[in-house]
């Protein structure tokens, strides 16, 4: 009885981040775990709004930068306030943003800093590749605005492939990175806070939950955050390389395409107008090798590394994919574009009461529109003009006056005019495929 | 002269009509012999893996057994292949006794089902027309009484029971309808006034908003339909549209074919920012390719204000107006030429249009069931080509219209109305050779089939593993 006291004392212990080494460094990354409080605005319904949230970041630089998820601070942000450690205050600025990892960059306002003589920690990056399942790690954030909330789990596992059309504030995230899944406890309000080991090292960057599930938590590896954040502080955003191509696992259909084992991706789709279109790929071809380097993609945890082994391309980058169609293997070349959002740039007629954004490439495709042009509405207020005439959120509005509508631009000059001077004007919007007129009224 | 005798003649009549009123009718009566023009249509609906029996009410057009069934009273989905086993039921007779019918098809323009009793069957009905008014395009006057006619169901023999009620409303949507202040008419059953003249066919129920109180959620706003009887109906000249139109084919051809899509009729506000005074438009979305209105010169975007001459009527609400339009289409035949006023760039323009023949529809399809992979492809026709943005001049592929839940296709996630490009790595350019490579899938006894999808403008590959 004793024996198995002191043995479940022992698990217990080992548990724990206590010896003289790993405390150390447990407590330096404490020092280095930050609250984010954050004030943006956004463009709903019709009118422009501001909204508060608070969540989690890690200070990964002695200048003060700090890593955070890019669903906590957007690119809308007011008002970002840091709480350190010692409890002290500071303001902070985006640095950069890339929500297909959920990761932001903010840097602590030097000056303050400098001037308040505060002092914060700086946390040490661990290596995610080497995780094994079963692993203990400690989630350290803000869950539900609790300030300093260490949570205790395992790794589930190492390498979870999920991707989300909508993920971040409507933005698209994962494809292009795998995630560690762990059982340690993950709330809203962790978001942005470490994933770390016992001896408080980062080994991910704790991103998002299962709502109703139990203990199903996902982070952002290290390996990625820290070459994302060496991008971001550089250059503020990450460009990306694009193709066009659609990716399905290959599992089980290696015989059907007569391939050997462990190679090849299967190309489930290829974008209309895109450039792997443009060269001729098409759904159901297999893709053996880029630049002649083979490819592996009989998994769906294998498909992001491979997709992003295009998108880390310079854009304009010419790409020779080796493609097996039938009984024939041929070699197409591939000149990568730009890789855009779905959401494009953002902006409201308060006057009509009407939100509205750009129509980007990946969204007009999505919606099988025939060009880009046109101005997408993404809200309408109650009772303003825009929703009095009808307008409502899914329109493409594509003349106003019988001008040609293709930029926000475009229509917060005729706006511009409109409040200088209201009179009734003719609004031509695209409903799915339908053409609708609306008269908006002062 | 004649001014001087017109009040008096003008009393008499009032003073006759009143008299005819307040001698109450023989509804009893008058009941009894109409139910003459009144049957109990069952048939079967044939599917993949089931099958399921309905019953509509219907009423006799003429002397031939003649019976009309409206739209709904058989699901869009089926084709004329899956209707068999016509029985027809008179009313309150015991329900073992019926005479045999058979389905005869759709009419375009009215949208009724045709339905004919054998011989047999056709003793002591009577044609609905035995009950016309003298003036038969008569319209019952709002207030007036009007009685109809519903009928139980099966299990109590479709006995008769009587109904009444006053017209309330009298509107186009675009069809003539009446409405009543509650349910007059079993759906599809005769509905007459005091005279015993025909009037009108129920239809529908008539749509009322309620507010449903209850202890879990509160003043939720529905509205409530009563499946049973119709207090809107379709009026007399309406019906009687029917008689001289009964189709030689189950789907109603010839069908005129104008070629346009997303017809929008403009809001009141937009009409009057037009200049169009009381009259209204229509916006023409999309122009289809190939289609008789890309000939005759119309483009997306145009606003339809006129046909033949006539401006388009107000009518309300504002999506009647294309149906309103719909319907001068379809009650022509192909080769007839209408003239559209349309406006485009503020400049009113005049197109003829020579109307084609309609391209094979949907249901027209062919289509096969394969009971090994769980699967119906049916022919790629027009109308899906365009609804999937593609170029229309090419029907390659095969349509997805069932699958079976749980068999090896749908465990692969194939849907319906997926549309299939390749089956086993073989693209597919015809209905003829997706049978034949799925035939000869199903023959080889291969563990697996793989097909090409495309869904929503993107495709995949999906796998299904076949049971040996």
């Given at each position: 009885m004793t024996r198995l006291l002191l043995a479940l004392v022992a698990v217990v212990a080992a548990a724990l981040p206590v010896s003289g080494e790993t405390s150390r460094g447990f407590r330096q990354l404490l020092d280095a775990v930050v609250r984010i409080d954050v004030r943006e605005f956004a463009y709903e319904a019709g009118a422009k709004r501001?909204?508060?949230?608070?969540?989690?970041?890690?200070?990964?630089?002695?200048?003060?930068?700090?890593?955070?998820?890019?669903?906590?601070?957007?690119?809308?942000?007011?008002?970002?306030?840091?709480?350190?450690?010692?409890?002290?205050?500071?303001?902070?600025?985006?640095?950069?943003?890339?929500?297909?990892?959920?990761?932001?960059?903010?840097?602590?306002?030097?000056?303050?800093?400098?001037?308040?003589?505060?002092?914060?920690?700086?946390?040490?990056?661990?290596?995610?590749?080497?995780?094994?399942?079963?692993?203990?790690?400690?989630?350290?954030?803000?869950?539900?605005?609790?300030?300093?909330?260490?949570?205790?789990?395992?790794?589930?596992?190492?390498?979870?492939?999920?991707?989300?059309?909508?993920?971040?504030?409507?933005?698209?995230?994962?494809?292009?990175?795998?995630?560690?899944?762990?059982?340690?406890?993950?709330?809203?309000?962790?978001?942005?806070?470490?994933?770390?080991?016992?001896?408080?090292?980062?080994?991910?960057?704790?991103?998002?939950?299962?709502?109703?599930?139990?203990?199903l938590g996902f982070a952002i590896p290290s390996t990625i955050a820290k070459r994302v954040m060496a991008g971001l502080a550089e250059d503020g955003a990450i460009t990306r390389s694009y193709v066009g191509i659609v990716p399905g696992a290959l599992r089980d259909l290696e015989d059907f395409y007569d391939l050997e084992l462990n190679r090849g991706m299967l190309i489930n789709s290829v974008d209309p107008g895109s450039p792997a279109a443009e060269a001729g790929l098409r759904g159901g071809d297999i893709l053996l090798a880029i630049n002649g380097e083979p490819v592996d993609g009989r998994f769906p945890e294998q498909l992001p590394p491979i997709k992003?082994?295009?998108?880390?391309?310079?854009?304009?980058?010419?790409?020779?994919?080796?493609?097996?169609?039938?009984?024939?293997?041929?070699?197409?070349?591939?000149?990568?574009?730009?890789?855009?959002?779905?959401?494009?740039?953002?902006?409201?007629?308060?006057?009509?009461?009407?939100?509205?954004?750009?129509?980007?490439?990946?969204?007009?495709?999505?919606?099988?529109?025939?060009?880009?042009?046109?101005?997408?509405?993404?809200?309408?207020?109650?009772?303003?003009?825009?929703?009095?005439?009808?307008?409502?959120?899914?329109?493409?509005?594509?003349?106003?006056?019988?001008?040609?509508?293709?930029?926000?631009?475009?229509?917060?000059?005729?706006?511009?005019?409109?409040?200088?001077?209201?009179?009734?004007?003719?609004?031509?919007?695209?409903?799915?495929?339908?053409?609708?007129?609306?008269?908006?009224?002062? | 002269?004649?001014?001087?005798?017109?009040?008096?003649?003008?009393?008499?009549?009032?003073?006759?009509?009143?008299?005819?009123?307040?001698?109450?009718?023989?509804?009893?009566?008058?009941?009894?012999?109409?139910?003459?023009?009144?049957?109990?249509?069952?048939f079967t609906i044939e599917h993949e893996m089931d099958r399921t029996v309905n019953t509509a009410y219907g009423i006799v057009i003429d002397n031939e057994g003649t019976v009309i069934l409206e739209s709904?009273?058989?699901?869009?989905?089926?084709?004329?292949?899956?209707?068999?086993?016509?029985?027809?039921?008179?009313?309150?007779?015991?329900?073992?006794?019926?005479?045999?019918?058979e389905y005869v098809g759709q009419d375009g323009?009215?949208?009724?089902?045709?339905?004919?009793?054998?011989?047999?069957?056709?003793?002591?009905?009577?044609?609905?027309?035995?009950?016309?008014?003298?003036?038969?395009?008569?319209?019952?006057?709002?207030?007036?009484?009007?009685?109809?006619?519903?009928?139980?169901?099966?299990?109590?023999?479709?006995?008769?029971?009587?109904?009444?009620?006053?017209?309330?409303?009298?509107?186009r949507l675009p069809q003539l309808t009446g409405i009543a202040l509650q349910g007059v008419a079993g759906r599809g059953c005769p509905i007459f006034n005091n005279r015993g003249e025909f009037v009108g066919v129920g239809a529908s129920g008539f749509g009322q908003r309620m507010m449903i109180y209850s202890q879990r959620r509160r003043g939720e706003m529905s509205v409530l339909l009563n499946p049973d009887e119709a207090a809107g109906f379709r009026l007399a000249?309406?019906?009687?549209?029917?008689?001289?139109?009964?189709?030689?084919?189950?789907?109603?051809?010839?069908?005129?074919?104008?070629?346009i899509d997303g017809i929008d009729p403009v809001a009141p506000e937009v009409a009057e920012f037009l200049g169009l005074g009381s009259a209204t438009g229509l916006v023409i979305s999309e122009i289809m390719?190939?289609?008789?209105?890309?000939?005759?010169?119309?483009?997306?975007r145009d606003i339809i204000i006129a046909i033949d001459g006539r401006p388009l009527p107000r009518l309300k609400p504002d999506q009647v107006v294309a149906a309103h339009l719909m319907r001068e289409i379809l009650k022509r035949q192909p080769g007839d030429v209408i003239t559209f006023t349309i406006l485009r760039?503020?400049?009113?323009?005049?197109?003829?249009?020579?109307?084609?023949?309609?391209?094979?529809?949907?249901?027209?399809?062919?289509?096969?069931?394969?009971?090994?992979?769980?699967?119906?492809?049916?022919?790629?026709?027009f109308s899906d080509v365009v609804a999937r943005r593609e170029d229309p001049s090419q029907l390659s592929g095969v349509i997805v219209h069932f699958v079976k839940p749980s068999s090896p296709l749908g465990t692969a996630g194939v849907r319906v109305d997926d549309w299939v490009k390749e089956i086993d790595g073989t693209p597919v350019d015809s209905y003829a050779q997706a049978v034949e490579l799925l035939d000869e899938a199903e023959a080889s006894g291969r563990p697996e089939l793989v097909l090409l999808v495309s869904r929503g403008g993107e495709t995949a590959v999906m796998r299904a593993k076949i049971d040996a």
């Open positions: 501001f909204q508060s949230g608070v969540g989690s970041g890690v200070i990964g630089s002695e200048d003060g930068l700090i890593l955070t998820n890019a669903h906590v601070v957007g690119l809308r942000a007011v008002e970002i306030n840091v709480t350190l450690a010692n409890l002290e205050r500071v303001s902070a600025e985006l640095v950069g943003w890339d929500h297909w990892t959920d990761l932001a960059l903010l840097r602590l306002d030097p000056e303050e800093v400098a001037n308040k003589g505060h002092k914060f920690a700086v946390a040490k990056f661990g290596d995610s590749e080497r995780l094994d399942p079963g692993e203990t790690v400690y989630a350290v954030g803000t869950p539900h605005g609790l300030t300093r909330t260490v949570t205790r789990g395992i790794i589930s596992n190492p390498r979870r492939f999920f991707a989300d059309s909508r993920g971040v504030k409507g933005y698209e995230t994962g494809q292009f990175n795998t995630w560690l899944q762990t059982d340690a406890a993950i709330n809203p309000g962790n978001s942005g806070g470490p994933l770390v080991t016992s001896n408080g090292r980062i080994v991910g960057i704790n991103s998002r939950g299962y709502s109703g599930a139990d203990n992003n082994l295009i998108a880390s391309q310079p854009i304009g980058t010419q790409l020779r994919l080796t493609i097996k169609r039938a009984y024939a293997t041929v070699d197409h070349r591939v000149v990568t574009e730009e890789l855009v959002s779905r959401v494009g740039e953002e902006s409201v007629v308060e006057v009509w009461g009407l939100s509205i954004r750009e129509v980007s490439r990946p969204y007009a495709r999505e919606n099988q529109l025939p060009d880009e042009e046109g101005v997408l509405v993404i809200g309408v207020q109650r009772g303003f003009p825009a929703a009095v005439a009808g307008l409502s959120s899914g329109d493409v509005i594509t003349k106003i006056n019988d001008q040609p509508i293709s930029s926000i631009a475009d229509i917060l000059a005729i706006a511009q005019a409109y409040e200088n001077e209201p009179q009734q004007v003719l609004v031509e919007a695209r409903r799915k495929f339908r053409v609708s007129l609306y008269v908006l009224k002062p | 002269m004649i001014s001087k005798f017109l009040p008096r003649i003008a009393a008499v009549l009032a003073i006759s009509c009143y008299a005819a009123e307040a001698q109450s009718p023989d509804y009893p009566a008058m009941l009894e012999e109409r139910l003459a023009s009144v049957v109990a249509v069952e709904g009273a058989i699901s869009d989905r089926a084709t004329p292949n899956q209707l068999t086993d016509f029985k027809i039921y008179r009313p309150g007779q015991p329900s073992t006794q019926f005479a045999r019918g323009y009215t949208t009724w089902h045709f339905v004919k009793v054998a011989p047999e069957g056709r003793h002591n009905l009577k044609p609905i027309t035995d009950f016309v008014s003298n003036d038969p395009g008569a319209l019952p006057a709002m207030a007036e009484t009007v009685w109809g006619i519903g009928l139980r169901q099966k299990d109590e023999d479709f006995a008769p029971y009587f109904l009444r009620s006053q017209v309330s409303m009298i509107q000249p309406e019906v009687l549209s029917a008689v001289g139109r009964i189709p030689d084919n189950p789907f109603g051809r010839p069908l005129p074919w104008f070629g390719q190939g289609s008789p209105a890309e000939t005759g010169g119309l483009s997306p760039d503020k400049l009113e323009l005049e197109l003829p249009v020579e109307l084609g023949d309609a391209p094979k529809t949907p249901k027209e399809s062919e289509r096969r069931y394969f009971e090994d992979f769980g699967l119906t492809v049916r022919e790629t026709v």
